[in-house]
């Protein structure tokens, strides 16, 4: 759609003077007693302009619309043009004509500022909405309480005057004990916790029991400007009796620390401060919080013998690796983080002569060694059966499981993967029983509801899986034979041939539908279609 413009000269014509220019339009204002020379009427933000005195206020005479007019009136967006700031200087509308985006000349109530809320690109205002910002409407933060400017804020449905400093919409939490910018310990998520915050880097960093105390213990709620909130600004903590008690009142001096730590009030270090790294054993993890009397008995002089781990603890898988040559002291495994937690790799173990694959690399330890309470470390052999269940033990015939091993048919991977050849049974799997699951023919639910097995007592008979829908009308010697007239892909009979029956169709019988002779009879409670006809006169069929 072309723009409208307020006088009817073309670019390219010779621009008149301004007078030889009034003449004409009053010529034509006088030829044409109807006609208008505006293009249509302005907007109501515009509505004060109207009349033919007022074009100059937007219009060079002969010229386009330009922007230096519409920023004589909109000072408010042309200091913030000047600042480069805000969505008028970003890459995507730099440079363009007011006139692109704000047309006049439409009406009364026509709305010259429109754009798609849902999908715009706030980014190019200079603020990306991030976290929770990104849900709200935009009413939320564009509200006249939040202007600063008194003349923005008389105009209606603006998106100028507001900055971007957190409080210009949020109320100030922590009553200025705290710096203006918010971002420094909040992100755009939510208020609460405060996930930027690191004590770290505060004058007073939290160590041992200090970093699990709950952040009020220190913090505590007061009232300031008729606002509660939780104090974090101007707290003491020059000494330790600034927050905890002497319990010593003053005896030893107010300095806690020559004596305690952060770790607990009742390590003293009259014996943590000894330096047992000093030693030939060397105290690290665990080994740090054991009381100094469960090793040292009698006398912290006394001699220890701690070469082996068997020296202080007891073997508690009693021998089981030592006999298979797999590890010479508890350290081969365990470390001293913790004897639950230990080292022993899945390339140790490919080494016992059970090489961890599949599935079993995601199989806990305790699920093969856990035996009660105990643990048991002696499987000799790989035989699936050793941990496994054989769950087609007389159900199947041996041959297809030798010494318990289930790898002839299933793989390590899934038990649901199936690698058996089942073409070596003498029951090839074609068409349709191809996309069969094993369970489908071979487990089959019982009248009580409990389910069977049945892999040896099958011979390949159709009818064992399949009903007789046509009841015994093709058995031969006791045996309907399906594949006479189906095959595998579908139910469809299309290996049937008519003339090979004692009736070929010939003639008209070629186009009469199945039905048209075979028709449904019902012997009991069976209804099935009658294939089998023992006499072939006209009669049986026509009338």
């Not at 699990?212 to 003491?236: D, L, W, Y």
């Not at 008690?245 to 390590?267: L, M």
């Amino acid at each position: 759609m072309k723009r409208a413009t307020a006088f009817p000269f073309h670019d390219n014509f010779a621009k008149p003077s301004t007078g030889l220019f009034l003449v004409l339009l009053f010529l034509v204002f006088v030829k044409s007693g109807f006609a208008q020379l505006s293009p249509g009427d302005l907007s109501q933000a515009h509505a004060h302009l109207e009349g033919l005195s007022n074009c100059t206020k937007c219009h060079e005479l002969g010229e386009k619309v330009g922007n230096e007019k519409c920023l004589n009136c909109h000072t408010a967006l042309k200091n913030q043009i000047d600042q480069n700031r805000g969505y008028h200087v970003s890459k995507d509308i730099r440079g363009k004509n007011c006139i692109i985006c704000h047309s006049e000349h439409h009406g009364r109530k026509f709305k010259m500022i429109r754009f798609d809320k849902d999908n715009f690109n706030h980014s190019l205002t200079g603020y990306d909405l991030l976290g929770t910002h990104k849900k709200l409407a935009c009413e939320k933060c564009h509200k006249v309480e939040f202007i600063a400017d008194n003349e923005l804020k008389k105009r209606k449905d603006t998106f100028l005057g507001l900055n971007t400093g957190c409080l210009n919409c949020h109320t100030d939490y922590h009553q200025k004990t705290l710096p203006s910018d918010c971002k420094q310990c909040h992100d755009f998520q939510k208020f609460k916790p405060a996930t930027k915050f690191n004590h770290a880097n505060t004058k007073f960093p939290l160590k041992g029991k200090h970093a699990e105390t709950e952040c009020s213990k220190c913090h505590k709620t007061i009232t300031k400007n008729g606002v509660e909130f939780r104090e974090f600004a101007g707290i003491a903590f020059a000494s330790c009796t600034n927050c905890h008690k002497d319990a010593h009142n003053n005896k030893f001096g107010p300095s806690c620390i020559k004596c305690h730590n952060e770790q607990s009030f009742h390590v003293i270090k009259s014996l943590s401060s000894f330096d047992h790294d000093k030693t030939n054993f060397k105290l690290e993890n665990k080994h740090r919080s054991v009381d100094c009397k469960k090793c040292h008995k009698t006398k912290f002089t006394d001699h220890l013998s701690h070469n082996r781990c068997t020296d202080c603890h007891a073997d508690y898988h009693k021998g089981q690796f030592k006999e298979q040559g797999l590890a010479s002291d508890c350290s081969d495994c365990h470390s001293t983080t913790g004897f639950d937690s230990f080292t022993f790799s899945i390339e140790q173990h490919n080494k016992t002569g059970f090489k961890l694959e599949g599935a079993h690399l995601a199989t806990p330890c305790f699920v093969c060694h856990k035996k009660g309470d105990n643990w048991d470390f002696s499987h000799k052999g790989n035989a699936c059966t050793q941990c496994h269940d054989n769950i087609h033990l007389t159900f199947m015939d041996e041959k297809y499981f030798p010494e318990g091993d289930c790898k002839k048919c299933h793989s390590v991977n899934t038990w649901t993967a199936i690698t058996f050849d089942h073409s070596k049974t003498g029951f090839e799997l074609l068409g349709k029983h191809r996309d069969q699951s094993c369970h489908a023919c071979h487990f089959k639910t019982l009248p009580n509801g409990t389910t069977t097995q049945r892999f040896a007592v099958l011979h390949g008979k159709c009818t064992e899986c399949h009903k007789d829908e046509h009841y015994k009308q093709f058995e031969v010697n006791g045996i309907t034979d399906c594949t006479k007239c189906h095959g595998f892909s579908d139910w469809n009979a299309g290996k049937f041939d008519h003339n090979n029956t004692r009736f070929p169709l010939d003639g008209k019988h070629k186009n009469v539908a199945c039905s048209g002779c075979h028709k449904k009879k019902q012997e009991g409670t069976n209804i099935f279609v009658l294939y089998k006809l023992n006499e072939f006169k006209c009669e049986n069929c026509h009338y």
